[in-house]
């Protein structure tokens, strides 16, 4: 049998795949919402749909950056298409949205390479031959700092000015990097998954490492007690111990400069200061029966005060002759981050949420029924939440029962979200979220991804 880890891994594949691969529904969902639950009524019926068709004029690479208008998603004739490779991923932008980085791949040589554009100059500004498989911060002289395991999991800096990047801290061969952010000018906070002690009784366990670029990259390694992660032992096993598993979230607080650790199997939130390595568990009340495993999924609002949780529930169903493993979406809860309180809690299906610069909030819930034999899946549709009381504003049903939603990324106030989906192909719906209207919607063959904060699109055009 196959390891927890890769039945796990081959699980995620199959749902994406499966979900990339079905066919097309109507242009666009209806969208349905408590009566008066805002004015006007919001329009989705007749949203103009732009085609984006590939590019012939800018080189062989498929994929360019487009500087768009952030409504209609309309390209501005005065900025001429930037090449991207024939695969872009992993894109992250500065915090003065003057540069962005991300990777690209090239089909006929199947190299990777990391590139940098300066968004102010409309420009390439540099690139590197190696992969950034994990970017995880660019700074405003353009310095793109990454993660890669071309050599091993290695952290890297590449100079805006140079060709080539220096090693910052070689990592332990083991870490599984799930991600990483910045937590002071000098201090970097990388956390994810490793093989468990010896004797633990566990596969997998977290990990929270802090690099300190004053100590030559030093790394330090912070204990997190308790938090379960991989696969839950079960009363009795069989085929279906893969499928059974605890998967916490990791949320960063760039208000508090704290790592928030929602552990899977239990209502408790570590807390992690990366800086002085201190570790406080919060439990909270309320706390349901996991006993086959959950997967969380949490936002933090953008003044750091509240911790949105969503969950997905797995469920076993097992008899004489078959087994069943359901997953659900057991919906979203509000953690006040400075009592750990449980504010107020929604059971709508969702099971993954997004939170705008603003507050506002966008959630969507997915299901699935496996064994040996069959699998199958079903949507519950897009959601504007009010992140006040978790109510829903509008609710956007599924056009197939396998659309899945995400990512989502907004613009840089907060007021428009660029929803990402798939229905045939990809498409992309910008959503106005004081009204919940559908703006527009532009749909492309293979690649279709909105930078929201910066107004550049990623299309193979």
Known sequence: MASSHSRVTFVA??????????????????????PEAFAPTPTIGGVPTTTLTPATTVDSERVVLQRVDPVSLQTRASFEPIPMGDFMWGSKVSSDGRYLAATVNQDETGSSELRLVDLQSWAPRASWPESGDLIVHVDESGNVYYISYQSGPEFRIAWAGGTKSSLVASLPLHYSVWGAERATDR???LFGTKPAEPGSGNPEQVFVTTIDLDNAGGLTEIPVPGVNIGTVDPVSQGPWTPYLYNSPS???????????????DEDVVSEVDPVSGEVVEHPMAGTVDLEWGSRRFSAVSPDGRFLYMATTAVELIEDDDDWTVRTSPAGVKTIDTTTWEMVVRSDEPISTIWVSPNGGMLGSGYSTEESETVYLEESTGLYLLDASDLSVRVH???ETP???WGPVSFTESGSIAYASTWVDSPRLHVIELATGEFLSTAEATETLEMIGPVGV????R
């Open 13 to 34: 594949i199959v749902l994406i795949a499966v979900a990339c691969t079905n066919d097309a529904g109507s242009p666009a969902p209806e969208a349905t919402a408590p």
């Open 187 to 189: 201090d970097f906070v």
């Open 250 to 264: 990791f949320t960063w607080d760039p208000v508090g400069s704290r790592l928030l650790v929602a552990h899977a």
């Open 396 to 398: 956007y049903p599924p």
């Open 402 to 404: 396998s659309q899945f």
């Open 457 to 460: 699109l990623a299309t193979n």
